[in-house]
Nanobody
Framework: ARVKESGGGLVQSGGPLRLACEAY????????IAWFRQAPGKEREALAS???????YYAGSVQGRFTITRDNAASTDYLQMNSLEPDDTANYYC????????????????????WGQGTQVTVSS
């Protein structure tokens, strides 16, 4: 089982971008999936998560700009990113868990054991 990100690229400041996280070997609807990002020289940051019932969690830094959604038929989760800024430039990762998920600790990277390779997002000013 694994997850794979796609959709990264170069976008102008203020523009949108949608990332996809496709689940292989399991159904996304039976998992909790989260998006993280890491910029050079910075720690990995949790952005958003969605659990099995569909409850969504967001970091304060992206609340209102980023939206996580799930397409059960495609077994793919998406991260819609709007109003992107140069500070959003980073490598974006998705991660999944099929085990019991603790929503109060959704930012805890140790909850997720399937990680993708990441997709680069670059926002130009």
């Amino acid at each position: 089982a694994r997850v794979k990100e796609s959709g990264g690229g170069l976008v102008q400041s203020g523009g949108p971008l949608r990332l996809a996280c496709e689940a292989y070997g399991f159904r996304a609807e039976y998992s909790a999936i989260a998006w993280f990002r890491q910029a050079p020289g910075k720690e990995r940051e949790a952005l958003a998560s969605i659990d099995r019932p569909g409850t969504r969690y967001y970091a304060g830094s992206v609340q209102g700009r980023f939206t996580i959604t799930r397409d059960n038929a495609a077994s793919t989760d998406y991260l819609q990113m709007n109003s992107l800024e140069p500070d959003d430039t980073a490598n974006y990762y998705c991660a999944a868990t099929l085990l019991q998920f603790h929503g109060d600790r959704w930012t805890d990277q140790e909850q997720y054991y399937y990680w993708g390779q990441g997709t680069q997002v670059t926002v130009s000013s």
